[in-house]
T-cell receptor
Framework: GQNIDQPTEMTATEGAIVQINCTYQ??????LFWYQQHAGEAPTFLSY??LDGLEEKGRFSSFLSRSKGYSYLLLKELQMKDSASYLC??????????WGAGTKLIIKP | DVKVTQSSRYLVKRTGEKVFLECVQD?????MFWYRQDPGLGLRLIYF???????EKGDIPEGYSVSREKKERFSLILESASTNQTSMYLC??????????????FGEGSRLTVL
């Protein structure tokens, strides 16, 4: 079966750096997405990786290794507003999106 | 600003009632999707559509139907609501047809409680 694994919950301190991991086993691969979802709100797009390597976008970076079925989202200079759930999703060979359950990130002052 | 609008943020219905959830997007997107989101589970696809009057079953279509009479509008119908359909329902849209790998734009969600 197809599977996306990410930690259920993580805690980090304001101003610090946190890395949220995502591993996947899917039938084929056509790209990996990260979305941010604040409590009670809609998910919003953060990043898209289709080739191996690191994509940097301001305080957020996303890394992909296709051979290892692995990605991470790196958040730097954490702010209280970064408290949210982070969803990893993979597009499989049929262009269907497979979603992880999300990682709830708690930022403490 | 691009927008996906869902008709109701919160609904409370009784078992056996018919429920309509409406979704409208103003981005001229071809693709529209209905998901449900439950604690501890990833988003699960109920139905999707790549064109007007076209619909495809997702992973969990049982107990649901959809309608896409106009490009901008995608409706989710629960013919006879049951308590296990209590959930957050998210509508999303994107451009490009079946092989699109673009980002999804989500509505704010409709939290349905079935008593």
């Amino acid at each position: 079966g197809q599977n996306i694994d990410q930690p259920t919950e993580m805690t980090a301190t304001e101003g610090a750096i946190v890395q949220i991991n995502c591993t996947y086993q899917t039938s084929g691969f056509n790209g990996l997405f990260w979305y941010q979802q604040h409590a009670g709100e809609a998910p919003t797009f953060l990043s898209y990786n289709v080739l191996d390597g690191l994509e940097e976008k301001g305080r957020f970076s996303s890394f992909l290794s296709r051979s290892k079925g692995y990605s991470y989202l790196l958040l730097k200079e954490l702010q209280m507003k970064d408290s949210a759930s982070y969803l990893c999703a993979v597009t499989d060979s049929n262009y269907q999106l497979i979603w992880g359950a999300g990682t709830k990130l708690i930022i403490k002052p | 600003d691009v927008k996906v609008t869902q008709s109701s943020r919160y609904l409370v219905k009784r078992t056996g009632e018919k429920v309509f959830l409406e979704c409208v997007q103003d981005m001229d997107h071809e693709n529209m999707f209905w998901y449900r989101q439950d604690p501890g589970l990833g988003l699960r696809l109920i139905y999707f559509s790549y064109d007007v009057k076209m619909k495809e079953k997702g992973d969990i279509p049982e107990g649901y139907s959809v309608s896409r009479e106009k490009k901008e509008r995608f409706s989710l119908i629960l013919e006879s609501a049951s308590t296990n359909q209590t959930s957050m329902y998210l509508c999303a849209s994107t451009t490009g047809g079946p092989e699109n790998t673009g980002e999804l734009f989500f509505g704010e969600g409709s939290r349905l409680t079935v008593l």
